[in-house]
């Protein structure tokens, strides 16, 4: 499908504003970033298309890859996100996802069909040469260090499909892993998911407002990300069906996720050991 001019014209747009107001937004939402294996982040080029498959734990993921792509002049990142967001009341009172490079998608029908919305979004941002942003897991994971949850595998078909148009270009796939100190939900997860409608609502836009407002950046403690190595699509779809495709591309980015998370782990204990080492034996704390 051919792109307008005005849609074009419309992305630049999208691009200026998040890489002016988001070098002084973005950081107010993050907090402290620490990136581990940064030379996997730096191997990406601005010219490829990329599909970045994160662990969901919080809202602020939605900032916090594109962030990182933009200050390090990675792609432009597109992010498929619910409606629900794009209420007026957060985009006045918290922040405009759709000026961070949003896609919607409606989150109050059936699964199935909330997962082919989805997947046809993703699928049509891939073959216009956007990059983009997703979500295997589908919702935030209340309990992160448990691992991932459950991969919807059947998502990856429309990643199959979207390559299968744009054969003269490959799609690379890379994988993103982040562990929160504190994240803007705690405290607030379970008011959310006791609650409904207006409730909902109403637990989440107070969360993202006093994480804006009210949290210093001290208080926000370190994300730690890790990303691992860019490979084709098409490398790691293999051979057969459809389905038999997207399987093991879910397969391949649940492996790669649990060992990026890994990696996390063992970075961060590693850390905490040289803090130890260099902190008079009195400080040191459990």
Do not use: C
């Not at 006045?92 to 989805?118: C, I, P, Q």
């Amino acid at each position: 499908m051919a792109i307008t001019q005005k849609e074009l014209d419309r992305r630049e747009q999208l691009r200026a504003y998040a890489k002016n107001k988001g070098m002084r937004l973005a950081p107010k939402i993050v907090g402290n970033v620490e990136i581990i294996n940064r030379e996997r982040l730096d191997s990406l080029s601005d010219d490829d298309i990329y599909l970045i498959s994160s662990n969901h734990v919080s809202q602020g993921d939605y900032f916090l890859a594109p962030f990182l792509f933009m200050i390090n002049d990675k792609p432009f990142l597109r992010t498929v996100a619910g409606k629900n967001l794009n209420h007026p009341i957060i985009k006045r009172l918290v922040w405009d996802f759709e000026k961070w490079g949003a896609l919607w998608h409606d989150r109050s029908k059936k699964a199935s069909k909330v997962l082919m919305e989805y997947g046809r979004t993703v699928q049509e941002a891939l073959q216009e040469g956007e990059s983009v942003l997703v979500f295997p897991e589908g919702r935030r994971n209340r309990h992160p260090e448990t691992g991932p949850e459950d991969f919807s595998k059947s998502f990856y078909r429309f990643v199959v499909r979207a390559q299968e148009e744009i054969r003269e270009k490959p799609i690379k796939l890379v994988t993103m892993a982040s562990v929160y100190d504190r994240r803007m939900e705690d405290g607030f997860f379970e008011k959310i998911d006791n609650s409904r409608g207006i409730g909902y609502f109403a637990w989440d836009v107070w969360a993202h407002a006093r994480w804006r407002y009210f949290t210093p950046l001290a208080a926000k403690g370190k994300i730690t990300v890790n990303f691992s190595e860019p490979r084709n699509l098409s490398d790691v779809q293999g051979e057969g069906d459809e389905k038999t495709k997207a399987t093991r591309i879910s397969d391949y980015t649940i492996q790669n996720m649990e060992k990026l998370l890994g990696e996390i782990r063992e970075s961060r204990l590693t850390s905490r050991d040289l803090q130890e080492q260099r902190m008079p034996r009195g400080l040191v704390t459990g």
